[in-house]
Structures are given as C-alpha cells and as structure tokens.
C-alpha cells in the first residue's frame, strides 16, 4: 500500500510560480510511475501530467505544456510539479497519484493523496 502526501499548494497572483511535492511511502517508490492530476470547482478531475517509474519518460496535458514541468527524486521517494505562469484557470486542487504501469498513470491510477488547494487569483 503506497501512502501520497502532497504539499506546496497556496494562494499566488496571475504568473507566478508554485512548486507542488508529493512525498511517498509504504512502497518502492522508483517501482511505481507517478502523476498529477488536479480538480476545479464544479469540474471533474482531470490529468495533468505523468512521468514513469525512472523519469526517463513525461507527459503533459496539452493545457500546461510548457508552463508545466513533472519530475521526480527517487532518492527522496517525491515527485514535483514545477508551475509556472499560473493562469486563474489553474485555480484546482491538485491531486498526486501512482501506478505501478506507466501506461496506466493517466487513465487509471491505483493510489491518490488527499490534495493540495492552488488558487490562482487575477
């Protein structure tokens, strides 16, 4: 059982830039390909960004490419998601989530963390 704790989250203005952690145990955390996903108000939740279990691959959802960034630490057992330019749009609560499949990250995570709150104000 793989336990994800996010942090990093807060209230920023219009392009600024925020870095969310995701910290992990309860397993072998480089086994396990990661991602992030994030919910808006009145939304369902939706991808952000994936990246596999060594980071030699990412994926980011065409909404954030290139402000953006997934990576990870496995020394640390953390993935990050770098944001910058933050839009109002961007104002979620973002989620971390594992899956030991790459190829199941995006579409079917089997662990999430509880969230962390971005508002992004204009």
């Known amino acids: 059982q793989v336990q994800l704790v996010e942090s990093g989250g807060g209230l920023v203005q219009a392009g600024d830039s925020l870095r969310l952690s995701c910290a992990a145990s309860?397993?072998?955390?480089?086994?396990?390909?990661m991602g992030w996903f994030r919910q808006a108000p009145g939304k369902e939740r939706e991808f952000v960004a994936a990246?596999?279990?060594?980071?030699?691959?990412?994926y980011h959802a065409d909404s954030v490419k290139g402000r953006f960034t997934i990576s990870r630490d496995n020394a640390k057992n953390t993935v990050y998601l770098q944001m910058n330019s933050l839009k109002p749009e961007d104002t979620a609560i973002y989620y971390c989530?594992?899956?030991?499949?790459?190829?199941?990250?995006?579409?079917?995570?089997?662990?999430w963390g509880q969230g962390t709150q971005v508002t992004v104000s204009s």
């Open positions: 990246i596999s279990e060594r980071g030699l691959n990412t």
């Open positions: 309860g397993g072998t955390f480089s086994s396990y390909a």
């Open positions: 989530a594992a899956h030991d499949r790459y190829v199941y990250v995006q579409s079917k995570p089997a662990y």
